[in-house]
């Protein structure tokens, strides 16, 4: 079938507060004012209509991140750019996503938010790095959780000094090159 | 946004055996023949991808149905035609996904795949009544588990001495009565 534009995924990974919904919700609007069919795959959204009832063990995150890359690869045969603001800590199961991407013809992008933890910390965005230094919560991903860094993803942004647009910008110009925008 | 279609779910409800899956088929063929975004949202292929690990009570089917139409409206929102031919037994949880999509301004339809059982068990298609007869299957929907037969369904159809193409055509007949075809 010819489509007017490709689907894809653009799995945005980074810490909590790093800004991956912040640069989703930028790129999103900028591709919806193209025209384009885009869906912001929203992590609370997400474990209530997909996973309620997982936490965040290492198998539920698994679980979870899984279950997320095969509604993103749903959407993205069908045209949709997927946008996916979702930590998923970990490398292989990141990995599997992108092989079942791979597996169906449908186009995988990760794009690292690398903002330090010390920066993301010092926004706490959620107020969930004082509940964890405070002790009030665990498995916070980067403090006494794991986060395994990308070693080689599609794009890399630390956000540190950089605003919404130019980040966003950034996202927008692997697309086209990636010949997806 | 403007799209050349609007999507829709058309969830083909019924017991095992009725026709469901290849009613879908068939007219997933033809819609894409038309050149239409169309997913045939299989049930063995979302147990694996959403809901491993959940078996056949009525709690875990439930879930399995919430979240196969948590799926089918993202897809639907994107001008996706999503026909699912899934058992769905129960009433309540068939009118949860279509509110929820109601909620989100997506069509959906309720296809009534009425087969009688009789029909069903005779042509045991996956051997699973013959199985259930045997005593070595239980939980099977229509034998010793619940089907609540929709009421008001959109369209229903007995497959009873109807061919394939022609059960198919009532469907895209449908689509087309509601503007979506």
């Known amino acids: 079938m010819t489509r007017a534009h490709e689907g894809a995924t653009l799995w945005l990974t980074g810490l909590s507060g790093a800004g991956k919904t912040t640069i989703a919700d930028a790129v999103a609007q900028r591709l919806r004012s193209e025209g384009r069919e885009v869906e912001v795959l929203d992590g609370d959204e997400l474990r209530r209509g997909l996973s309620a009832g997982l ?17 993103a690869e749903l959407l993205a045969r069908h045209g949709v750019v997927v946008l996916v ?43 969930l790095y004082s509940k964890a230094a405070a002790g009030e919560i665990t498995a916070m991903t980067g403090v006494d959780d794991p986060y395994e860094e990308p ?26 090159e990636r010949s997806l925008a």
């Not at 013809?105 to 010092?122: F, H, K, M």
């Open 85 to 127: 603001p979702v930590i998923a800590p970990y490398a292989s199961t990141r990995y599997e996503v992108r092989a079942a991407h791979d597996a169906r013809g449908s186009s995988y992008l990760e794009v690292y938010v690398a903002t330090p933890l010390g920066e993301c910390a010092r926004r706490d965005v959620k107020g």
């Open 55 to 71: 936490g965040f063990s290492r198998e539920d995150r698994d679980t979870h991140v899984r279950r997320v890359g095969f509604v």
């Open 151 to 176: 070693d080689k993803p599609d794009l890399r942004i630390d956000t540190t000094g950089m605003d919404v647009a130019a980040s966003a910008q950034h996202v927008l110009d692997l697309l086209t």
